[in-house]
């Protein structure tokens, strides 16, 4: 199986992606890329492994593995919602500008600031142009996409129980790393889901 991960060390994210040292701690030396997610889980700020990983695949595969955790662990989301899923799951799966563009004005349209809208953001970021005025191009910035798939994965856990988060984020993780070693991407859930009268 061919590795999804687009760089050799992890110091190479950092200094594709300037940006993402304002919010994770930079490797001190050389590092494996997955392996330093797993490292990044294990510290202090647990959460920006999300962030970190987020920026290490291109990005339909990135748009992909955050689409299956918002999907596996968000349980309320509205037709809305679903939508910009599907549309998603299209682009991810012909990756044309059309796709981009139908998945992009359906996020924007919805204006609900749910992990759902958050994936088709995320997909419609990949491209295109910032501004509105097809006579004046300017392109999107290149870590737009990670930064709208790690908050919809926020926003996913973020509607979860404070007990089932740390679970949700090595399920998350776990996944991720296994798609990103070229495997399928498996399932995203948690194995015990709290009950309502748990939660409160």
């Known amino acids: ?6 760089f050799t060390n992890a110091k190479q994210v950092f200094e594709t992606y300037p940006d993402l040292a304002e919010t994770v701690t930079e490797p001190e030396a050389d590092a494996d890329p997955g392996a330093f997610a797993l490292e990044l889980k294990e510290g202090d700020a647990p959460y920006s492994a999300l962030a970190y ?22 349980t309320n989301k509205s037709a809305d919602d679903h939508h910009v899923l599907a549309l998603s799951e299209a682009w991810v799966r012909e990756g044309d500008e059309e796709a981009r563009a139908a998945v992009h004005a359906a996020a ?9 809208v958050w994936i088709g953001l995320a997909a419609g970021w990949s491209g295109g142009s910032l501004s509105p005025n097809p006579d ?4 999107m910035p290149d870590g737009l996409t990670a930064k709208a798939v ?13 007990q089932e988060r740390e679970e949700a984020l090595e399920a998350c993780l776990s996944a991720g790393l296994t798609f990103a070693k070229g495997a399928a991407m498996p399932p995203v859930s948690i194995r015990t889901p709290m009950t309502f009268e748990a939660r409160i």
């Open 108 to 116: 924007e349209a919805t204006k609900a600031d749910s992990a759902a």
């Open 1 to 6: 199986m061919a590795s999804r991960i687009r």
């Open 136 to 139: 004046h191009r300017v392109d």
């Open 150 to 162: 790690n908050t919809a994965v926020l926003i996913a856990l973020g509607s979860l129980g404070p």
């Open 53 to 74: 990983f987020a920026h290490l695949l291109p990005k339909r595969e990135s748009v992909w593995w955050g689409m299956k955790c918002v999907s596996g662990l968000d």
